[in-house]
């Protein structure tokens, strides 16, 4: 009687899917990028914002003391105007700025429109380009944008909101007319109740803008590590 031979027994291999995050450090599968609020760079920024806030805060100046009706007198003359507002302007420096950005707040909340523009224009420089990663590149509509493509196109968007729709001119007269309210206030107000002598050194750069100056050391490595 002849035997039947049976067939070859062939090897089966279950491989199990190997994670990206065991795989990045070989470099044959990289790990994806985090999400733009997820990035060192702009959980720094954030964190210099606050500090800068509540730091200048805490330097604002009393309002009543501001807002003294004592104290308001009618300058001698133009060069009396422009000692007290320097000299004011050096005292209530937070107060002031506060002062334009209430108005200027209040003007973009009178015009939603205006403000859901702005916050767009915003939100697509923050997350298309300043804390988004270099890997992977920017693609939209299926196609890939390089970061000067990208920086190019947000640019001519910025110009075209600010210089060719009413946002612009929204933003430009609230602030003229909140330095319009400072260059009055300091003009008219008497400083010599003022004590300038425990003034901080450094001017304007410690208020509100200092997350710009100061943290710039600090976010701008991290900007650049976020898209090397």
Known sequence: MASSASPPILPISNSQPVPAATTASTGSISSPSLPPVNTPAFRVFLSRLQESIRRSLSDRRPWSELLDRSAFSRPDSLSDATSRLRRNFSYFRINYFTLIAA??????????????????LLASWCFLYIFRPSDPPLTLFGRTFSDRETLLGLTV???FVVFLTSVGSLIISALLVG??????????RLPEDLFLDDQEPGG???????????GASTVGPAVVMGRA
Do not use: D
């Open 103 to 120: 108005v200027l707040a209040l003007s973009l909340v009178s015009h939603p429109a205006s403000l859901i523009v702005l916050l767009g």
């Open 204 to 214: 304007a750069a410690t208020g509100f803008l200092s997350f710009l100056g100061g």
């Open 179 to 188: 330095a319009a309210l400072v260059a009055a206030h300091g003009a008219f």
């Open 157 to 159: 968007i910025t110009v």
